[in-house]
């Protein structure tokens, strides 16, 4: 036995992992040299971007998977949403037609509330996901982003948007009214008239959910079709708007009471304006849209037998052919073959030409009258028509339609030129002829139909026929007729379509009101979204005191002054302690510079710091003025708590004093900060006192006899047990303790070794407070030793708690209420409705059976590349392929068959009817959530080395990196294969569990950790000399 060990390497791996390791990163002693020629052929295998030969080119036929550049998985709306700078006075906000508060529901999807941001959108605009869908953003919200003028550019918000609105969507709650708002059965009776809107698009959907939701209860859509959405589900393929997004926004309408006839449209049966005044309708809004497609003469007579299509001709068809849901028949999508020819440069254009190659065209040629740089479509558009490898033909004027027999055989077209002047003009002696199967006109949309022109009466129209609309209102010559969307001339995009029909639902309710004689509060006050999550109650009462929501600001810079923790209550926090005070005698100076930003994070500059660091003592301020403060404001917010932060050195006399003081000031507690971890502890207070169990115990006791309101002291995570200093609390009459205080640390150093900060000419430094994020595993660990030492002992916790999910952490480990202060240094005071309403979500999810399986906010993650759901090629094959090169190829050819195969609308993609989750189980309250998760937490000997878990991989999302395969090599058990032409990884049986892996692959759930199949076995090594004890 001897004789064998002593003959084994332990120190070399043995040749099974020798081969394991071929592709693990080795320092190269020496420069690579790798023939060009061999290169061009070796990065064909991993090439992951479109090529540029014709040879690349893929067919698109039955394919209407989603096809954005803008769609994001959670992964990616994270990263995205950690980007964005929440500017002050955002210009993107300014820039959206609609008014989106942007850096707020960017800043909740950023803290992974996905309803606060979806309520967020849909407050401001009631069509948001269709809108984060088809907005063209460049334009509008992205073009006024400030990180334009930064090298890593601007931010995806139209794809952040889209991303936030689907989480809610899949949440299935219902719309209700604002419940602060009078019930409609208590509105007056000029709530109760008799409202109609035509046409069931963007905005006649916009106009009837803001009227729904200010409490009109008589609402009545006349839809022509019989089918909901308008233009957004007749022209905009499935590829950029699915049917289902409509349905789930015209649903929440609905949620509110407002009814669709199908059928109805101006014009038809008899419906007209006059109709409708005789009927006692008191509004009416016109929102249907421009029916017919412009058509230039030398079109006229051609129909699609001929070839021909307007826009207006072939897109309906295709929709219809394509989106479930949206047509209870079975239609064909239009046949098409050979050379399609698409006139016109908007996005409609775009879309019939990206539409042709999904019909079955073999190339499409895009024909404009100017050049690039006046192209209409919006970038995203102009792009993806790019990559699909449509032609695009600028400053050509068609002329002539070419014919064999009654059928289109080409297009002939005239060069057009710009004189000086600026003016177009056509030259005739430049002449191109295009052989087409098909030309498909798009050169805009209007109203020519006399009948619908005549049921429009008494409405005034302008020189273009449609309604002379005043711009500013929406309201038509008619005061009781309003206007929106394409129809009233003005809108160009959904989106603006939207706030035409927002701007008429305010207007025609000052109209309603003033028909009754009531007053309209001059500046717009449009209700916004809400859902029963909002109704949830966030309260808590601790030591008699009731906290409206758990939510407080903590003594530190957000407490700087008075009128600072008056705004902190005007933005919604339910608490606020004032900045730590003492008895003049101890006033104090602070240095500059004092607060800086946190290294733990990387290099990470901005806001959404990690940690700081700061050496910033106590207020300058005297106690008389932050006594007169707390007398001040008490009265001005009687169910907010204000909580007095005191200091004083080991005297009793001082603190008796100042305790006195700050109860006599109508302080609803005190919190005695004994944990100050940088200067105050060398003048023998906070840190000086806090970490002496004895000293503690006896300033508990001297306060304890002085006051008779509600203390806390604030402990130190500075000390070996703080579980020790707790109980000393405890003892000596404290009704409670605040864990924990900033942890002391040296930030970092410059390359000159120059600490920052750095006073004065000498550069000197000192131990400063951590914050942030960074100690949140030692407050998590300080709050939860605490409460399992001491059941019931109210603490209020703080360090690094930055959204809802992190403070539910904090309950959970047995907090009662959360203060918070680096968070509002990152950003600002209305950071609190982001947490107000992620908690009231988690606290309202929990009691809806049907989404067991989510992780907070977060549902389970699909398998999908770039954000986008995949086919499971696995399925198909019965083998995986990796996403480059040519398994991509591979992967497309596969993908194409299987589309062709299938159809347009398969089995699985049927229209489903929206059924709303039901809440089967009461919402849990705050008290219910204190410390639930104490059961869970103990020693490490409570563990059960018996339930043995390893990784699985998820070869269908694996992009391919190797992290995995890295970390388990250099850092673990040598457990992953990576395989040299796939690069996909694979667990071995030798896996230990040890969850590496999961921590740093960069896509979520693509590495999931199950049970161990096998009993595990360690690899001991050298064999045990005896048998461990089970």
């Known amino acids: 036995m001897e004789e064998t060990l002593t003959k084994k390497v332990l120190t070399r791996e043995i040749a099974d992992i020798e081969n394991l390791l071929s592709l693990n990163p080795r320092i190269k002693p020496h420069a690579n040299l790798v023939s060009t020629s061999s290169t061009r052929q070796n990065k064909k295998h991993w090439k992951r971007n479109a090529g540029k030969s014709c040879g690349d080119c893929d067919s698109l036929v039955n394919n209407f998977d989603d096809i954005k550049h803008t769609t994001l998985s959670e992964r990616g709306a994270l990263r995205e949403a950690s980007r964005c700078l929440k500017c002050a006075d955002a210009p993107c906000q300014k820039s959206c037609p609609t008014q989106l508060d942007v850096k707020s529901f960017i800043t909740s999807i950023a803290n992974k509330n996905y309803y606060g941001s979806a309520k967020a ?31 890593e550019g601007p931010i995806n918000i139209g794809g952040l948007q889209q991303f936030a609105v689907e989480i809610f969507k899949a949440m299935k709650i219902p719309q209700i009214r604002d419940p602060s708002k009078e019930p409609v059965s208590e509105l007056p009776e000029s709530y109760h008239g008799k409202i109609a809107l035509i046409g069931c698009g963007p905005a006649s959907i916009s106009c009837a959910t803001f009227l729904a939701r200010l409490g009109y209860s008589n609402l009545t859509i006349f839809e022509k079709e019989e089918y909901i959405g308008g233009l957004s589900s007749s022209e905009i393929p499935q590829f950029r708007l699915p049917f289902d997004v409509v349905s789930f926004e015209v649903d929440l309408m609905k949620d509110l009471g407002v009814k669709i006839e199908f059928g109805k449209g101006v014009g038809l049966d008899g419906l007209t304006i006059d109709s409708l005044q005789n009927q006692n309708y008191e509004a009416v809004f016109l929102g249907m849209g421009l029916p017919e497609a412009k058509r230039a003469p030398m079109f006229e007579g051609l129909t699609m037998k001929n070839g021909f299509y307007t826009s207006k001709d072939f897109l309906p068809l295709v929709s219809v052919a394509s989106k479930p849901g949206m047509c209870s028949c079975k239609k064909q999508a239009p046949q098409l073959t050979g050379n399609v020819i698409v006139l016109g440069a908007g996005d409609t254009a775009f879309d019939c030409a990206t539409s042709a190659l999904r019909c079955g065209a073999k190339r499409v040629f895009i024909v404009f009258r100017k050049g690039f740089t006046t192209i209409r479509a919006v970038p995203e558009e102009m792009e993806l028509a790019k990559e699909e490898k449509c032609e695009f033909m600028p400053f050509l004027s068609p002329r002539k339609v070419l014919h064999k027999g009654d059928r289109i055989s080409g297009l002939e077209l005239c060069r057009t030129e710009q004189n000086d002047d600026g003016s177009w003009f056509e030259d005739e002696e430049q002449i191109v002829r295009l052989k087409a199967d098909y030309i498909i006109s798009a050169f805009g949309s209007t109203l020519l139909n006399t009948e619908i022109k005549k049921a429009m009466h008494p409405v005034k129209l302008n020189q273009w026929g449609l309604p002379d609309v005043d ?69 808590v009462e601790i030591c008699g005191l009731k906290f409206p929501n758990p939510f407080g600001l903590a003594s530190a810079p957000p407490t700087t002054t008075m009128a600072m923790v008056r705004r902190g209550f005007e933005a919604g926090w339910g608490f606020a302690l004032t900045k730590t005070f003492s008895l003049d005698k101890d006033i104090v100076t602070n240095v500059s510079p004092r607060i800086v930003r946190g290294t733990t994070a990387g290099h990470n500059f901005g806001p959404g710091q990690g940690a700081f660091l700061n050496i910033e003592l106590i207020s300058e301020k005297t106690a008389a003025y932050w006594c007169q403060g707390v007398a001040e404001l008490k009265p001005d917010y009687p169910d907010r708590i204000i909580i007095a932060s005191i200091m004083c050195a080991y005297s009793k006399d001082d603190w008796t004093k100042l305790a006195k003081m700050a109860e006599n000031s109508g302080a609803d507690a005190l919190e005695l900060n004994l944990s100050c971890p940088h200067g105050m502890g060398e003048r023998g207070m906070g840190l000086a006192c806090g970490q002496d169990p004895e000293l503690v115990l006896n300033i508990c006791r001297w306060v304890r006899a002085a006051i008779k309101i509600p203390f806390f002291a604030k402990l130190t995570p500075n000390v070996t047990n703080i579980v020790n200093i707790a109980t000393a609390a405890h003892e000596g009459g404290a009704d409670g303790v605040t864990a924990t205080n900033t942890v002391s640390g040296l930030m970092g150093l410059k390359a000159d070794g120059k600490a920052w900060p750095a006073i004065g000419k000498e550069s000197r430094t000192t131990y400063g407070g951590v914050s942030g994020n960074a100690i949140r595993p030692i407050a998590l660990r300080a709050v939860s030793a605490i409460a399992r030492a001491l059941p019931g002992f109210p603490i209020l916790a703080t360090g690094g708690i930055d959204s809802a999910e992190a403070g539910l952490q904090f309950l959970h480990c047995g907090a009662s209420v959360l203060q918070v202060c680096s968070s509002i240094q990152n950003q600002d005071f209305t950071v609190i409705d982001d947490y107000i309403t992620g908690l009231k979500t988690m606290l309202y999810l929990e009691s809806i059976d049907e989404l067991h399986d989510w992780n907070g906010q977060s549902p389970p993650t699909i398998r999908h590349q770039k954000g986008k759901q995949i086919t499971k090629i696995s399925d198909i094959i019965g083998k995986h392929l990796p996403s480059f090169g040519p398994y991509m190829e591979e992967r497309k050819k596969l993908v194409t068959q299987y589309k062709k195969k299938v159809g347009i609308v398969n089995e699985n993609s049927q229209e489903t009817t929206t059924v709303n989750n039901d809440k089967k189980k009461p919402v849990p309250t705050i008290q219910e959530m204190i410390g639930r998760a104490l059961p869970q937490i103990g020693t490490y000997g409570d563990l059960d080395n018996q339930q043995q878990m390893v990784a699985l991989i998820d070869e269908e999302m694996c992009i391919n990196c190797g992290k995995c395969y890295m970390t388990c090599n250099d850092s673990g058990y040598q457990s992953i294969t990576f395989d040299a032409k796939t690069h996909l990884p694979h667990v071995t049986q030798d896996c230990t569990g040890c969850t590496l892996c999961v921590s740093v692959c960069p896509i979520i759930d693509c590495i999931k950790m199950v049970p161990r199949p096998t009993p595990y076995v360690p690899n001991r090594g050298i064999p045990l000399a005896v048998q461990p004890v089970p």
């Open 121 to 151: 959108i849909l407050s401001d605009n009631p069509l948001g996901l269709t809108c984060g869908m088809v907005c063209p953003t460049s334009d509008l919200c992205v073009g006024g982003c400030n990180l334009y003028a930064s090298e």
């Open 471 to 539: 711009k500013d209102t929406m309201t038509c010559s008619e005061p009781w007729i309003f206007c929106g969307g394409d129809l009233a001339g003005v809108a160009q995009t959904t989106v603006e379509s939207v706030n035409d029909g927002k701007t008429a639902a305010w207007h025609m309710h000052k109209y309603l009101q003033s028909l009754h004689g009531l007053p309209v509060p001059a500046t717009p006050e449009l209700p916004k979204f809400f859902t029963a999550i909002d109704n949830v109650d966030l309260s």
